[in-house]
């Protein structure tokens, strides 16, 4: 994060088909999973998405996700699992992925905090700072809507809901936002450079 490029405008038909592609592209990394040594396998569906923020910004970032979310939702098996269809998002996780929107919206606005101010104090830990509350808001929004969910559809406990739904992943949502917090500027800036976004 040491050159920032300002992005141009996206508009038109330009700016939907980036906001399309985005959405396959958050639907290809929702079918990778990584094992891990704890028991819980590593997708990468929410790390798509904190990209969808921060690469695009948070309009056409959560404009993106709209799209991935509404693509799922007509039945198209782009959920993790290859899972798709009204039973996804309106069974009892569907909370999280209804919420996934503002995970995308938040992290492209921390992002685009931390250039702001980056550009007036040259702070690189401010920069760092300002990106990471970002990706953190949207990610405990996401928390909270699909827990809330989660319970009230299962009649579980919110303690019971937490215990299921969010201390396994807790692990691996932080190494996902780890990587979003350094290869998403990264993408942001080398689009800009070359005049894509």
């Known amino acids: 994060m040491t050159e920032h490029t300002a ?10 088909s980036y906001c399309a592609v985005f959405a396959a592209i958050i639907a290809v990394l929702a079918q990778i999973s990584i094992p891990l040594p704890g028991g819980v396998p590593l ?3 929410t790390f798509g998405i904190m990209l969808a923020g921060i690469v ?3 309009k056409k970032g959560c404009l993106s996700v709209i799209i991935y979310i509404l693509l799922g939702l007509v039945g198209l098996p782009v959920f993790a699992g290859f899972k798709g269809g009204a039973a996804s ?34 702070n690189k830990a401010l920069l760092y700072v300002l990106t990471l509350a970002g990706i953190l808001v949207g990610a405990v929004l996401n928390y909270i809507v699909g827990v809330v969910w989660f319970s009230s559809i299962t009649g579980n406990t919110m303690t019971a809901a937490l215990q299921m739904c969010v201390l396994p992943f807790i692990v691996t949502d932080l190494i996902k936002v780890i990587l979003a917090l350094f290869i998403g500027p990264v993408l942001n800036r080398a689009l800009a450079k070359n005049g894509l976004i």
């Open 7 to 16: 992005s141009r405008p996206i508009t038109g038909i330009a700016a939907i």
């Open 89 to 122: 998002v309106f069974g009892p996780t569907g909370g999280f992925i209804i919420s996934f929107w503002a995970v995308s919206l938040c992290s492209g606005i921390g992002y685009f905090l931390a250039k702001r101010a980056y550009a007036n104090t040259n």
């Open 56 to 58: 695009l910004g948070a």
């Open 43 to 45: 997708t990468l569906q």
